[in-house]
């Protein structure tokens, strides 16, 4: 999908964060009348299919100064991630964008040799979209790993500031 670029272009180092603020959502469904040209049965390719991009920000800690809280450093990162699933072979695309390969760890984890069978099985359409959702639901763990002591840490500075 070309608004995955979107999200991509919010990476890298930039003067003006702006893009920190920007998220989104985007779907593509072709579903009943795929575009000419689409279908590849040889490859896999149906030409029916759903596409989804999003991108997720997850939060860590960087740098702990066990003198001063206030000195901590966080870091908001960010995750662009593509999905494109065939509904007739069950055959998908996936296009993680992130800046260091913590998620592609996670994903061998969920699908490698300790993974829960389901989240591995792709022989029926049924079972390859059900492995799906189960990696979209690990992306969005990724995401809300760090926010709740980031959070904590915010309100403690601004009572620190306040008091």
């Not at 964060?17 to 590849?40: I, K, T």
């Not at 901590?72 to 990162?77: C, L």
């Not at 695309?93 to 099985?121: A, C, H, S, Y």
């Amino acid at each position: 999908m070309p608004t995955y670029l979107d999200f991509v272009f919010a990476f890298g180092a930039q003067s003006d964060p702006r893009d920190l603020r920007f998220s989104g959502f985007r779907e593509q469904n072709m579903l009943r009348y795929p575009l000419r040209g689409n279908a590849m049965p040889e490859l896999g390719r149906s030409g029916q299919q759903f596409q989804l991009c999003y991108n997720l920000k997850g939060v860590s800690l960087k740098k702990s100064d066990p003198n001063d809280f206030k000195n901590n450093e966080w870091s908001i990162r960010q995750a662009a991630i593509h999905h494109q699933f065939d509904i007739v072979f069950g055959t998908t695309l996936w296009i993680v964008t992130k800046g260091n390969k913590d998620l592609q760890q996670m994903f061998k984890d969920l699908t490698g040799r300790e993974g829960r069978p389901e989240d591995k099985d792709f022989s029926t359409v049924e079972s390859c979209f059900r492995a799906s959702l189960a990696a979209h639901l690990l992306y969005s763990h990724w995401s809300i790993e760090g926010w709740r002591w980031y959070i904590g840490w915010l309100e403690k500075i601004i009572e620190s500031e306040v008091s």
